[in-house]
């Protein structure tokens, strides 16, 4: 029989195998290295072109935001228009009623009752005077009561005075009272009625 030495081709064939694992192996970890730098190549690049678009919307946000801002102001001037307008128009509409509502003081006005001073804040008017005596108040209360341009007449305070004992005496007064548009007036007395 014949003595085949198989050792050499068992141990070349071995190390033949080892090789090509190792090579195989390598070939292996250069892939995975190349499809991690590939991967994270296109991460990055996906990432930058987020980057693009995330500053284009900030940039189209602020602008956005400046032509709100704007918006804004121009509301607030708006408003703040509307609201002088209708002032004016208000002031238009009622300069009318201080000339009337003066001629029915004067009017209103009984014998013997005389203003010494008089006072207005908006629609609020105060009267102080001098009247002959605490009726002929009275008799001045009535007639605002019954004015057209005139209501609410209130009375503060009355105090009654001696001048000297052959003259009699005299009542100082303070009085308050609202200027009425007679329209208002025909409404309440329609409420009322």
Same mark, same amino acid.
């Given at each position: 029989? %014949?003595?085949?030495?198989?050792?050499?081709?068992?141990? /070349?064939?071995?190390?033949?195998? /080892? +090789?090509?694992?190792?090579?195989?192996?390598?070939?292996? @970890?250069? %892939?995975?290295? =190349?499809?991690?730098? @590939?991967?994270?190549? +296109?991460?990055?690049?996906?990432? &930058?072109? +987020? &980057?693009?678009?995330?500053?284009?919307?900030?940039?189209?946000?602020?602008?956005?935001?400046?032509?709100? =801002?704007?918006?804004?102001?121009?509301?607030? #001037?708006? @408003?703040?228009?509307?609201?002088?307008?209708?002032?004016?128009? #208000?002031?238009?509409?009622?300069?009318?009623?201080?000339?009337?509502?003066?001629?029915?003081?004067?009017?209103?006005?009984?014998?013997?009752?005389?203003?010494?001073?008089?006072?207005?804040? !908006?629609?609020?008017?105060?009267? &102080?005077?001098? @009247?002959?005596?605490?009726?002929?108040?009275?008799?001045?209360?009535?007639?605002? /009561?019954?004015? /057209?341009?005139? !209501?609410?007449?209130?009375?503060?305070?009355?105090?009654? !005075?001696?001048?000297?004992?052959?003259?009699?005496?005299?009542?100082?007064?303070?009085?308050?009272? +609202?200027?009425?548009?007679?329209?208002?007036?025909?409404?309440?007395?329609?409420? !009322?009625?």
């Amino acid at each position: 029989m %014949a003595r085949i030495n198989l050792l050499n081709w068992r141990e /070349e064939r071995r190390k033949q195998i /080892e +090789q090509q694992f190792y090579g195989m192996l390598a070939g292996a @970890a250069i %892939a995975g290295v =190349a499809v991690v730098f @590939a991967v994270q190549l +296109q991460l990055g690049a996906m990432i &930058d072109h +987020q &980057d693009s678009r995330n500053n284009y919307l900030k940039s189209e946000i602020k602008k956005v935001e400046k032509a709100i =801002a704007e918006i804004k102001a121009l509301e607030k #001037e708006k @408003a703040d228009l509307l609201a002088r307008m209708n002032v004016i128009q #208000e002031l238009q509409g009622n300069r009318s009623d201080s000339v009337h509502m003066l001629d029915d003081l004067v009017k209103v006005l009984p014998e013997g009752v005389h203003l010494t001073k008089f006072g207005q804040k !908006k629609k609020s008017l105060t009267f &102080d005077g001098v @009247a002959q005596s605490n009726a002929r108040v009275s008799a001045y209360m009535r007639n605002i /009561e019954r004015a /057209e341009w005139l !209501k609410a007449p209130n009375l503060k305070v009355i105090e009654s !005075k001696n001048k000297s004992n052959d003259e009699g005496g005299y009542s100082q007064f303070t009085l308050s009272s +609202q200027q009425a548009n007679p329209a208002d007036k025909k409404k309440d007395k329609k409420g !009322k009625g």
